[in-house]
């Protein structure tokens, strides 16, 4: 083999790689659901004995405010535990943040005004309400609104998600609302983004017992109806762009290239044009394009 054959060979390895990168990307963006991990666990008191099977929901104070199975608030001392379970509280660490609810957007984000009247985008984690446009999005709204609006919370949280927002669990007296969202049939456990095994028993439960969106012979989970929505908007979008003929509010004549607006008298009217964007070609003396 001459070294420019060699060559040769290299520069086709190397473009059949550079070939292969979109669809690489492509899959490593198609991420697994998380495993399915239960947030439930027994807790032990100093001799050992089982006190309760629960989630830890946060601390308050010396006492620890744990959630049972059956769907119940305990407040139980700190130092009633045993020394394991006081070491894994505090390998656990969650951040609180208290306010008042001054806006419920939808079944699961809430606006809230902090101590420092800050105000605080929460959405509600490990679920998902149906959206405004789908049925029971006006209801799970209102069964939210219903139960926080204007009322003093606590949001319980660990990190924020990537549009900035606070990603929590918000609780009230002894309620905690994300947890009610879902057993009321008010919104979907968010498997794709949450492995609380938990939640996913509690919309289970919801199923089987037909409550909320429940009813619906095929309820359709709000993920898949806003990527419904998203590609309807491409198609709409890419059917406008590829008809000269639908108008844009823009006129472009093709043989000047200059572009008119809808309020001047050239607009669809010179010989030869087509409607185009408010950056396509120069603008018109006249009408400013
Ligand atoms: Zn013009």
Known sequence: MSIATSQVYRLLIICALLAMLPAMQVQAQAQPDPPLVDSIRPWHDVDGKLLTKS????????????WTESGQMLHIPQAQFSAADQKWIAEHPLQ???????????????????????QVRIRLDGIDAPESGQAFGTKSRQAL???VY?????????????YGRILGNIYLADRWLNYDQLIGGMAWHYRHFNGDAYLAQSQKRAEVEKVGLWRDVNPMPPWRYRLNEKRQNEMEEAKRTADPMLPTGYWLNTSSGVRHNSKCEHYGKTTRGKYCDADEGKPCGQCGG
């Open 145 to 147: 609104n219903d139960a």
């Open 55 to 66: 989630r830890l929901a946060y601390l308050d104070g010396d006492r620890a405010a744990l």
């Open 96 to 118: 609180i943040l208290r306010g008042k609810v001054i806006f419920v957007a939808d079944g699961d984000t809430v606006g809230l005004l902090d101590a420092n009247k800050i």
């Open 150 to 162: 204007g009322k003093e919370v606590l949001v319980v949280y660990e990190k924020s998600d990537q």
